[in-house]
């Protein structure tokens, strides 16, 4: 073996995964390559898009760039590209910018092939790198459809604010001094008020009011608002549901960032859901709801083909639900009044996350005011019963467990619910942690910020015993991914002949539990998966790596999840015969599940102390 050999040889195996493998693997690779001094000037010369190579870097900086002329990832000492194309045979859409010169090592189909063959521990490694580079891109596309925007993305950046004893004149000269049609109020720098152009037309020019008074006589207190990191979707719900035109833009700590317009977000009419979504709330009839109702299953299969992130589906579901069952109690108390005390209507599991799929069920109750009377407990009964059976009439299944506002347990003051929590907490049975997975995940949909604010902090404050992040870790690992001995599938036989996974209690559902159990072990309260991942990220709790590994790993799913509920391939819902697979999206579903159990596994060591 010559000395230039055994350099390269050396060089190959310090690189993954000849690492990890016989020196013959790495001997071959040296032995079977072609060595090139690439530079600006004859980059051309050896990176032709119809000749398919492996390509590893020695030396130099290189930049892969897409066909939109987007930096993929810079390229470096010991960095491997070209490996996609030799794994799918499709051709390359990428291609090379050299930022320094430098030398790098070709192998071509042949060769690698032949090491994919005979060293399995290769193929993998190189079928792993592209399933990741496939998870981490897929999402970022530029051609985005506007509900996977984020709010801060649309938002008019501009914040112009004022001080409540600012003179009506004056907050109208702000106003037109900066060109903008509303003005934030606020004490310090929290949020307190909000006027608009409407404002000063119907509450000062149209009753005479006097322009020297201070704008606090003509604000609207306590505006709603929304946080920056939020989903367009999610803003554009809001103001339809409240029939807002002017929605501030808060970050985590309640400063305001900016403002969200009808005029923005104009353009957006046009898309079906926002149709529909508009429609429900001016519904006049509970007919007329179920009516929009039933557009919704083809509306959906349309408009997934427009997008590209499906998982978006979930929020676009979850919004439909919410206006659902907003408009019910809003129809109720138009025909049977107004409800005798304060309550907020709560929403749990899926529908919490705004992660709901075509045959997501109920998950529902109600919260009371302390003071609630037994007759009144009467008028809330009716209306759980009211909207529930309606809501299944809309196509919203009950809850098989019967977690549904109808059921007298699904209703109680803050204190009973608090209660209830406390008791499952501390008595972590199986039972109990079922409840906390469905439980924990809660969000508002009508009535009573201040209630729901109450039961929140009340929830925060017992959520602190070690004993319970204990059980729940070791209850999550109780639920295995279906991957077997040799990393083969493990399938489930159904009453028909189909084989299939189940990828959502054996995927989507343990992503679920654990990022819950991370995101109250932190005390991030926030319900949607992805935004509790996102939020993880300003702990210590789970490494950068964990939380994108996670974040991809449910998106994948996800997609799969929801792409075969809409094709409808006779399979048992939320399950995939993996037949219909091709061999790299096999290798990716097999990835996915490794990573889940991973992190399984580390929740095990990182709460019980690796006690199962």
């Known amino acids: 073996?010559?000395?230039?050999?055994?350099d390269v040889m050396a060089f190959a195996h310090q690189q993954m995964p000849f690492s990890h493998l016989p020196e013959a693997a790495s001997a071959y690779f040296s032995k079977h390559l072609s060595i090139v001094y690439l530079t600006q000037e004859n980059q051309a010369d050896w990176l032709n898009p119809t000749d398919v190579n492996l390509y590893l870097v020695r030396s130099g900086t290189f930049d892969l760039v897409s066909v939109q002329g987007e930096v993929v990832t810079r390229l470096a000492e010991g960095d491997y590209f070209?490996?996609?194309?030799?794994?799918?045979?499709?051709?390359?859409?990428?291609?090379?910018?050299?930022?320094?010169?430098?030398?790098?090592?070709?192998?071509?189909?042949?060769?690698?092939?032949?090491?994919?063959?005979?060293y399995k521990e290769f193929e993998q490694h190189f079928v792993r790198a592209h399933t990741n580079r496939l998870l981490s891109t897929y999402y970022q596309s530029k051609s985005r459809n506007w509900s996977e925007f984020k709010v801060n993305e649309m938002m008019s950046a501009q914040v112009i604010t004022s001080h409540k004893l600012l003179s009506i004149a004056e907050a109208a000269q702000v106003m037109s001094r900066h060109g903008i049609s509303s003005l934030i109020i606020t004490d310090g720098s929290q949020l307190l008020g909000l006027i608009t152009d409407r404002d000063l037309r119907n509450r000062v020019l149209a009753v005479g009011l006097?322009?020297?008074?201070?704008?606090?006589?003509?604000?609207?207190?306590?505006?709603?608002?929304?946080?920056?990191?939020?989903?367009?979707?999610?803003?554009?719900?809001?103001?339809?549901?409240?029939?807002?035109?002017?929605?501030?833009?808060?970050?985590?700590?309640?400063?305001?960032?900016?403002?969200?317009?009808?005029t923005d977000l104009l353009k957006l009419q046009k898309s079906d859901p926002v149709q529909l979504i508009s429609?429900?709330?001016?519904?006049?009839?509970?007919?007329?709801?179920?009516?929009?109702?039933?557009?919704?299953?083809?509306?959906?299969?349309?408009?997934?083909?427009k997008i590209e992130d499906i998982s978006t589906i979930g929020k676009i579901l979850s919004g439909v639900t919410d206006a659902l069952t907003t408009r019910l109690i809003?129809?109720?108390?138009?025909?049977?009044?107004?409800?005798?005390?304060?309550?907020?209507?709560?929403?749990?599991?899926?529908?919490?996350r705004?992660?709901?799929?075509?045959?997501?069920?109920?998950?529902?109750?109600?919260?009371?005011?302390?003071?609630?009377?037994?007759?009144?407990?009467?008028?809330?009964?009716?209306?759980?019963?009211?909207?529930?059976?309606?809501?299944?009439?809309?196509?919203?299944?009950?809850?098989?467990?019967?977690?549904?506002?109808?059921?007298?347990?699904?209703?109680?003051?803050?204190?009973?619910?608090?209660?209830?929590?406390?008791?499952?907490?501390?008595?972590?049975?199986?039972?109990?942690?079922?409840?906390?997975?469905?439980?924990?995940?809660?969000?508002?949909?009508?009535?009573?910020?201040?209630?729901?604010?109450d039961l929140?902090?009340?929830?925060?404050?017992?959520?602190?015993?070690?004993?319970?992040?204990?059980?729940?870790?070791?209850?999550?690992?109780?639920?295995?991914?279906?991957?077997?001995?040799?990393?083969?599938?493990?399938?489930?036989?159904?009453?028909?002949?189909?084989?299939?996974?189940?990828?959502?209690?054996?995927?989507?559902?343990?992503?679920?539990?654990?990022?819950?159990?991370?995101?109250?072990?932190?005390?991030?309260?926030?319900?949607?998966?992805?935004?509790?991942?996102?939020?993880?990220?300003?702990?210590?709790?789970?490494?950068?790596?964990?939380?994108?590994?996670?974040?991809?790993?449910?998106?994948?799913?996800t997609q799969l999840r929801v792409k075969t509920q809409i094709d409808r391939d006779g399979l048992p819902s939320n399950c995939i015969d993996p037949q219909v697979l091709t061999s790299l999206q096999k290798h990716q579903l097999k990835e996915a599940f490794f990573l889940i159990k991973q992190a399984q596994q580390a929740s095990v060591f990182k709460f019980a102390r690796g006690s199962l």
């Open 1 to 6: 073996m010559t000395a230039h050999v055994q």
């Open 82 to 118: 070209g490996f996609p194309s030799l794994l799918t045979g499709d051709k390359i859409s990428n291609r090379l910018r050299v930022v320094t010169a430098g030398l790098v090592y070709i192998l071509g189909q042949h060769s690698f092939d032949y090491l994919r063959r005979e």
């Open 210 to 262: 006097d322009p020297s008074l201070p704008v606090e006589t003509i604000m609207t207190e306590k505006p709603k608002f929304i946080f920056e990191n939020n989903r367009v979707f999610s803003a554009l719900h809001l103001m339809l549901k409240h029939n807002i035109h002017h929605l501030p833009v808060l970050d985590e700590e309640y400063v305001p960032k900016g403002m969200i317009t009808s």
């Open 279 to 305: 429609k429900i709330y001016k519904a006049r009839s509970v007919m007329e709801v179920k009516r929009c109702a039933s557009e919704l299953p083809e509306l959906l299969k349309q408009f997934s083909n």
């Open 330 to 352: 809003q129809l109720y108390q138009v025909e049977y009044g107004a409800a005798p005390c304060a309550f907020c209507w709560v929403c749990f599991g899926s529908q919490a």
């Open 354 to 453: 705004e992660e709901q799929t075509l045959h997501s069920d109920q998950d529902n109750g109600l919260v009371l005011e302390a003071t609630v009377t037994n007759e009144q407990l009467l008028y809330f009964a009716r209306l759980g019963a009211y909207v529930c059976e309606h809501l299944v009439a809309c196509g919203i299944k009950r809850c098989p467990g019967n977690i549904m506002a109808s059921n007298d347990a699904c209703r109680g003051t803050v204190k009973q619910w608090s209660e209830r929590f406390d008791k499952w907490i501390k008595s972590p049975t199986p039972k109990a942690m079922l409840n906390c997975k469905i439980y924990f995940d809660l969000r508002l949909i009508d009535g009573s910020a201040s209630l729901f604010r």
């Open 456 to 557: 929140s902090t009340q929830l925060e404050q017992i959520c602190k015993d070690d004993l319970f992040y204990a059980a729940m870790a070791t209850d999550i690992n109780t639920n295995s991914v279906p991957i077997g001995l040799f990393h083969q599938f493990k399938l489930k036989k159904g009453t028909t002949d189909h084989k299939y996974l189940d990828l959502k209690h054996r995927g989507v559902v343990i992503i679920n539990d654990l990022v819950r159990l991370y995101a109250l072990k932190a005390g991030v309260f926030k319900a949607n998966t992805l935004e509790r991942l996102e939020a993880l990220l300003q702990y210590d709790m789970l490494s950068k790596k964990d939380i994108f590994d996670l974040q991809d790993c449910w998106r994948y799913l």
